[in-house]
């Protein structure tokens, strides 16, 4: 099969397409044929060793950890899926692999993909909507609570938006002057561009802070929080001592795969009740130009990679 692999860690342009075994498929697992395959900000930073303290992988390197595609074959001990299923999946971490014609995945991290959108755009979706469901599950918000989301125009920030208003919360976020007007579609309450005014000055007294950004505005957020409070984050750790200092919790985020969780992702996409960003695709073969252009912030919306034609 075709796929986009790296030898070392290093520059985009070190990536090369290759002609691999198809992976091998245990008895729990479904084997995917994969029409499309996400691309995140985790993707560049592995391929560049920017992680490679915090996650080792042995060399040749398999890219992506998120697509969507149609099965191809089953291990023998699953029954809920057939050859033939349109299905969407984050793979684990220690298998991962998307940026290739064929994937394998342990059944329980995979579910129907949405009926309603592309395979290109149901790619895109698996890692950034756990990872909100996730930090949203965290928060524990009740109905009329208040939540300040950072980064409400990326793509765990428009999915936590949605999925805090489901559940009856107050949302602010924070954005840039750009996408203002594109994120309050998504039913932000408020909306504030954070280049302009000082976001701490715009909001007190929160139930929860949802974090993914990190450094600077992870620091001021502690002052938007009512006593007992959370902070929850997804990028940099925030330690105990500094939230038993502002009076308030704290958790780290770590998303797993889940493929419940995806089971309800894709039928409130179908219902009309989650609204996925607008995604831009490309062939495999421009992997290296769109990690470049992720890299240099040229991508706007989400990214995906088509890889075979289904």
């Known amino acids: 099969m075709k796929a986009m692999r790296i030898h070392h860690y290093g520059p985009a342009r070190d990536m090369t397409l290759e002609d691999i075994a198809l992976p091998h ?45 149609t099965i191809d074959a089953v291990g023998h001990l699953v029954t809920d899926f057939k050859p033939g299923d349109r299905v969407f999946t984050m793979p684990e971490f220690v298998r991962g692999g998307t940026y290739a014609e064929y994937v394998a ?14 395979f290109s755009v149901a790619a895109t979706l ?4 756990q990872a909100a469901w996730s930090a949203i599950e965290a928060a524990a918000l ?37 996408d203002v007007d594109p ?7 408020q909306v504030i561009d954070f280049t302009r005014v000082n976001f701490a000055e715009q909001v007190r007294d929160l139930d929860a802070v949802v974090d993914t950004i990190g450094g600077a505005t992870q ?5 938007t929080l009512k006593p007992g409070g959370i902070l929850v984050t997804l990028s940099q750790p925030a330690t105990a001592e500094r939230a038993r200092a502002a009076g308030v919790r ?9 493929g419940d969780v995806l089971k309800e992702i894709a ?33 706007a919306g989400r990214t995906a990679l088509r890889v075979s034609p289904l």
Request: net charge positive.
């Open 219 to 223: 620091e001021a957020s502690w002052a």
């Open 183 to 189: 994120t309050r579609s998504l039913g932000a309450d």
């Open 105 to 118: 995945v342990e059944v329980t991290q995979i579910a129907l993909m949405p009926r309603t959108v592309s």
């Open 250 to 258: 704290t958790t780290q985020v770590m998303t797993q795969p889940r």
């Open 126 to 129: 698996p890692m950034t909507a």
């Open 25 to 69: 498929y245990g008895p729990t697992d479904v084997l995917i044929r994969v029409a499309a395959s996400g691309v995140n900000p985790i993707d560049w930073k592995i391929r560049s060793g920017a992680m490679a303290q915090a996650m080792h992988f042995p060399m040749p390197l398999l890219l992506g950890w998120e697509c969507a595609g």
């Open 267 to 299: 039928a409130r996409v179908d219902s009309g009740q989650l609204l996925p960003l607008a995604c831009h695709s490309y062939p495999l073969s421009d992997a290296a130009w769109v990690h470049e252009s992720g890299e240099a912030g040229r991508l």
């Open 142 to 178: 009740q109905p009329g609570q208040r939540v300040l989301i950072h980064g409400g125009a990326g793509g765990v920030g428009a999915i936590a938006i949605q999925l805090a208003k489901a559940m009856g919360a107050r949302v602010s976020t924070t954005v840039s002057s750009r």
